[in-house]
């Protein structure tokens, strides 16, 4: 009975150790995910942050060129 006992105890020591480390992967791998995500959404900003500062540039030579054909 004893040697039943320490086999259920190992086995469960086992399953333990092993949901651990697929519980690390996991993490690791949602981890990855959450930073290439934020990677993306940072470089999405900075083009929108490009093209409107590009779109203001343009707007602002658009209402000079407006205001110089009206003198």
Known sequence: MKKVLITFAALAMIASVTSCRETEQKTEEAVEAAVEAT?????????????????????????????????
Do not use: I, L
């Open 39 to 71: 990677t993306e959404a940072v470089e999405e900003a900075g083009e929108a942050a490009e093209d409107a500062a590009d779109a203001t540039e343009e707007a602002a030579d658009a209402v000079e060129g407006h205001d110089a054909d009206a003198h």
